[in-house]
């Protein structure tokens, strides 16, 4: 029985070794030493109370809890906005030790948790605002004083008026100078108040909205810009007869937009300035002297000589037509039936009328041409039938040229209708005194 059991304890024993090997092959992977249980709690104690001294300094986590366990921090409660419960995990997971975060923190949906920060801020904004009152008072203050000055110095009229050629030039420098005060103002009272910064962001914001407008409104600033010109260098002068773009008129006044043009019919004729500046204007009125010219035709057989001597014999006659500079005559196109002759003569515009005298120069000289045979006949053509070509032919006498009447007197040829239109430019410009630019003592092209 003895033998029996010693036998049976063997046997137990071989059976318990064999697995004892693999056992101890497998632990020698694994770290060595014990875990000391002890040590661990200390460490998640450390890291929790660490986390919870880094939530107190900030705000929006008070309701926030913290716990750790073998290093897995577990966060729970509310927080006022999402970006804050995930902005915690950002936060935990720099704090040394942490193996894991379990974030559980929800947003809150308290009003009043909710409204009391912004409460709180607006609350911290106005404390601000009344303790930064007075330093906005002293840079407002100064604002005004350099403003108010800078406008003064505007409204004088002595100095602006003596360096302008005009009143609008006058104006424009008046508007540079207040231009230049408000902006002076402004960077000094952004200097007291330490935000010059703000001043380039201004500037350059309001370099890009003119860059805008000036695109938009090219044609505006190109219509200015010709004003500007135009005032100072002046082409014509108010009763000038000039002819702009296809239109001829007495100017009566040029504003700061366009030039307006009394027409022989009586009508406006208003110009845009952008458009007299780059046209072709010719002045009428800048010589007392003007030439008028017509065209007669005489026989292709006359005695073209006598022809231009008999026109210039009647155009001296005339008292209109001035002797310097002469008449003249000459042959202009050779037709086949006539021969077109062309004449000039100049007379004083400022009181003469050229259309009248032009009209009676006509007159006269055609009814010398006729008186002299010299007028060119139109053509005659006959139709001669089967009947007549068998007959004798008749020819006809030529006939003398009848002899005429002297002619009428030389009609009136005053410049009335010109002192009519210069009346009615004088009414209308003493009517709006203010809008013309133009000045009898500016300089002339």
């Known amino acids: 029985m003895r033998l029996i059991t010693a036998l049976l304890r ?21 770290p060595e030493g014990t875990i000391a249980v002890e040590g661990d709690a200390t460490a998640d104690a450390a ?8 939530l107190r300094e900030l705000d929006g986590f008070e309701k926030v809890s913290v716990s750790v366990s073998s290093g897995i921090v577990t966060l729970r409660g509310t927080t006022l906005d999402a970006a804050s419960a995930a902005r915690l995990s950002e ?13 559980e923190v929800r947003e809150s949906t308290d009003v009043s948790e909710r409204l009391n920060p912004a409460v709180d801020r607006f609350r911290d904004r106005m404390e601000q605002a009344v303790a930064f009152l007075p330093l906005a008072l002293v840079a407002l203050g100064v604002f005004a004083l350099i403003v108010v000055v800078g406008l003064a110095l505007a409204r004088l009229r002595n100095p602006w008026e003596r360096l302008a050629p005009n ?34 962001g201004i500037l350059g914001a309001a370099g890009i909205v003119g860059l805008a407008i000036g695109f938009a409104v090219r044609d505006t600033v190109e219509n200015f810009i010709a ?39 009586g009508n406006h004729v208003r110009i845009p300035n952008a458009t007299v500046f780059k046209s072709r204007i010719i002045n009428y009125s800048r010589n007392a002297e003007r030439r008028f010219t017509f065209t007669l035709s005489v026989a292709s057989d006359a005695d073209l000589a006598r022809a231009r001597e008999l026109a210039l014999e009647v155009l001296n006659d005339l008292h209109f037509v001035l002797l310097s500079p002469e008449a003249a005559a000459w042959v202009e196109e050779v037709a086949d039936h006539w021969i077109n002759m062309q004449f000039a003569a100049w007379i004083n515009q400022e009181t003469t009328d050229l259309a009248a005298a032009r009209s009676e120069a006509i007159r006269l000289t055609l009814t010398a041409f006729d008186a002299a045979g010299l007028t060119a006949q139109p053509p005659a053509y006959r139709l001669i039938t089967q009947s007549e070509s068998s007959s004798t032919e008749r020819k006809d006498s030529p006939q003398s040229p009848t002899e005429r009447a002297n002619p009428a007197p ?34 002339e092209e």
Do not use: H, W
Request: glycine letters at 4%; aromatic letters at 4%; hydrophobic letters at 50%.
């Open 10 to 30: 063997l046997l137990l024993c071989l059976l318990l070794a064999l697995p004892l090997a693999p056992a101890s092959a497998q632990d020698n992977d694994q």
């Open 410 to 443: 030389v009609q009136p040829v005053e410049a009335q209708a010109d002192r009519e239109l210069t009346r009615i430019v004088a009414q209308e410009r003493a009517e709006l005194p203010r809008e013309d630019l133009l000045s009898v003592d500016a300089a």
């Open 47 to 54: 890291i929790a109370n660490r986390i919870r001294a880094i």
């Open 91 to 103: 936060l935990a997971g720099r704090v040394e030790g942490v193996v894991a975060i379990r974030n």
């Open 227 to 265: 004003s500007v010109m135009l005032s100072i260098r002046q082409p014509f002068r108010p009763n000038d007869t000039v002819e702009i773009d296809g239109d001829t008129g007495k100017v009566i006044r040029l504003t700061s937009r366009a030039t307006i043009l009394l027409s022989y019919d």
């Open 167 to 200: 009143a609008f030039i006058a104006d424009i420098y008046r508007q540079i100078i207040r231009l230049a005060f408000i902006i002076a103002a402004l960077v000094v009272a952004l200097d007291i108040l330490g935000a010059t910064a703000l001043l380039s």
